[in-house]
């Protein structure tokens, strides 16, 4: 098929740079447009991006002048890579101008007309996508990914659902990366555990249940989450401990069997970035590790493992994801493979 031309908002950071990287050997989508703030507008993309991924900046992209973020000027599909403080209005200014956006932003993600999608979790929320156009008089639209922790819980709790989860308590390690650049100070950082990063825990306790949720996720999934969120010196790859609770407990072979054959509709239809598997499961005493396993299945992998009894719920276990191809890049791309396998880009 003949590839599909796109932009990308916000190109110059972190989240923009793992779009550009990704998007320069994929094989539906071509990067023609990048945009970003007015100090890096006119310049050429190598010279205003400080590039931080171990590869190295795409040659398509390299030379490509950056333009500024004005709605009508770039191809109909957008990713957004904005910070929260300036995605909300530049994002809505697209929608309202035809453009469909792909954000990786927060700013959406909790509106009931907006999708907070994972395509092997409730690919069918992207029937909000008709309402959402007639409500809000956009001829474009907007589809979220979720927050970089919230799509590691979700995808582990998603398989669980057969078992009615009743609670859920997580706590978080969560990678350096996910503050963007320049990130947490280093002598804040090293040798050391930060407790507390701003909105986390609220945003890993509501996303979760509007993406588990029935009715394009109006109707919340029937369970408790409580989460407490830690920065630790990792550089990619958020860890979580995880214990639930069910209405009527399974046997943890039950649990191994349901996460193992966990799959969804990027897995039917192979599109190009879903992993087969979604969910890997480990059988190491010691397993998951950032540093081994945050890349499994290109980064887009969640890596489950130590699933063991647990006293005071159910059962307990431990889940990794790379929070910034899963838990944030990958995941809009993901999301607007399905929605082009659905007829939604046109």
Known sequence: MDAIEVGVLGA???????????????????????????????????????????????????????????????????????????AGDIEQAFAAAGHIVVSNARNFRMDPLVPLLIPEVNADHLTL???????????????????CSTVVLAMALAPLRQFDVRACIVSTMQAVSGAGYPGVPSLDI????????????????????????????????????????????????????????????????????????FSGRPQELWLPSAPQPPLVVTEEPNRPQPRLDA??????????????????????FVALGHNTVRGAAGAAILNAELMHSEGLLG
């Open 12 to 86: 110059t950071g972190v989240v923009g740079q793992q779009f550009v990287s990704r998007l320069a050997r994929h094989p539906w989508f071509r990067c023609t447009w990048l945009a970003a703030s007015e100090r890096s507008e006119g310049k050429a993309y190598k010279s205003v991006a400080p590039w931080k991924l171990s590869t190295s900046i795409p040659g398509s992209a390299a030379d490509r002048v950056v333009q500024a973020c004005v709605p009508g000027k770039g191809p109909k599909v957008v990713f957004s890579g904005l910070d929260a403080s300036v």
């Open 295 to 316: 890349d499994l299945g290109g980064g887009m992998a969640v890596t489950i493992g130590r699933l063991r009894d647990c006293p005071v719920m159910d059962a307990k």
């Open 190 to 261: 090293l040798g050391n555990v930060v407790p507390f990063i701003s909105g986390e825990e609220e945003k890993m306790q509501a996303e979760t249940l509007k993406i588990l949720g029935t009715d394009g996720g109006r109707t919340p999934y029937a369970a408790a989450v409580s989460a407490h969120c830690n920065r630790v010196p990792v550089l990619d790859g958020h860890t979580m401990t995880i214990s639930v609770a069910f209405e009527q407990k399974p046997s943890l072979a039950e649990i191994a069997d349901a996460l193992r054959n």
């Open 129 to 147: 996508l008709g309402e959402q156009r007639q409500a809000k008089g956009w001829p474009g639209a907007i589809v979220t990914n979720p927050n």
